[in-house]
């Protein structure tokens, strides 16, 4: 019985170190990328260009914002009719109870009235 040995001497492990030549790595730019295409962008369009942009970033940024805007009159709009709403139903209940008690006053004092007609009827 012959025994295999461990490992494969013409495989290299782990523990060896494989020097090989790094590529070099390119600087990395000094100019942020936001300003290298605006340098472009002025050294090489058009006026027509800018127009064209001018007009879609125009139309993307009133898209964005009229949906705000809806939703920012739609919010307020309920606000100030749930404040009217409240302030009117406030009033409205205010009457009431004043018309209410007003009546009751009334109908009490009628009856009272005519119990005590009723009673001075009956004593004479």
Do not use: Y
């Amino acid at each position: 019985m012959s025994q295999t040995p461990a490992f494969d001497p013409s495989i290299p492990v782990l523990t060896e170190v494989v020097t090989e030549p790094l590529a070099p790595t390119p600087a990395p730019s000094q100019e942020p990328v936001a300003e290298q295409l605006e340098r472009r962008a002025t050294e090489r369009w058009t006026g027509e260009e800018w127009s064209v942009l001018e007009r879609r970033v125009t139309e993307r940024v009133l898209q964005q914002l009229q949906g705000r805007v809806d939703f920012a009159i739609e919010q307020r709009v309920r606000d100030a009719m749930a404040d009217a709403m409240q302030r009117t139903l406030e009033s409205f209940t205010a009457d009431l109870r004043e018309g209410l008690n007003q009546a009751l006053g009334e109908i009490v004092s009628n009856a009272v009235a005519k119990e005590i007609a009723h009673l001075q009827t009956l004593g004479k």
